[in-house]
């Protein structure tokens, strides 16, 4: 039986009153020289530290959360816009939901960071 990897998906509920964003997002993370580098692929964010945990802080709780916050004080048309320039689109019958439909692999990613090709890139699903 083949092991599936888990879907990428963003859930956004806007309200008068409310304002809310879950998410389960592809996170990989791996050396680049001296500094450890965390990145989410599907949004194009990257945190950076000395340490993997350092990176992981920046990412999560400065990078992602500042992302989050500003994407959500968009005007609605210009937030899905934002999303789809990386690949998100909405799923059929929820429309408050998004799956992403583009997928970079380790290689890819590998050149986009322009790291050697022996680069160990660890890969995770987080929730947002």
Same mark, same amino acid.
């Given at each position: 039986?083949?092991?599936?990897?888990?879907?990428?998906? @963003?859930?956004?509920?806007?309200?008068?009153? !409310?304002?809310?964003?879950? =998410? #389960? *997002? /592809? &996170?990989?993370?791996?050396?680049?020289?001296?500094?450890?580098?965390?990145?989410?692929?599907?949004?194009?964010?990257?945190?950076?530290?000395?340490?993997?945990?350092?990176?992981?802080?920046?990412?999560?709780?400065?990078?992602?959360?500042?992302? @989050?916050?500003?994407?959500?004080?968009?005007? !609605?048309?210009?937030?899905? =816009? #934002? *999303? /789809? &320039?990386?690949?998100?689109?909405?799923?059929?019958?929820?429309?408050?939901?998004?799956?992403?439909?583009?997928?970079?692999?380790?290689?890819?990613?590998?050149?986009?960071?322009?790291?050697?090709?022996?680069?160990?890139?660890?890969?995770?699903? @987080?929730?947002?």
């Amino acid at each position: 039986m083949e092991n599936k990897l888990p879907e990428e998906h @963003i859930k956004i509920d806007r309200t008068k009153s !409310e304002r809310r964003f879950q =998410a #389960e *997002l /592809r &996170q990989v993370s791996f050396k680049d020289g001296e500094f450890y580098m965390n990145y989410i692929p599907s949004l194009n964010l990257t945190g950076y530290g000395d340490t993997d945990e350092e990176a992981r802080h920046m990412l999560m709780d400065i990078v992602l959360k500042d992302y @989050i916050d500003n994407l959500m004080h968009l005007p !609605e048309s210009d937030l899905y =816009a #934002e *999303l /789809r &320039q990386y690949g998100w689109v909405r799923k059929p019958f929820l429309t408050k939901q998004l799956r992403n439909i583009q997928f970079l692999d380790t290689n890819t990613i590998k050149d986009t960071f322009n790291l050697p090709a022996e680069t160990v890139i660890e890969e995770k699903y @987080i929730t947002a």
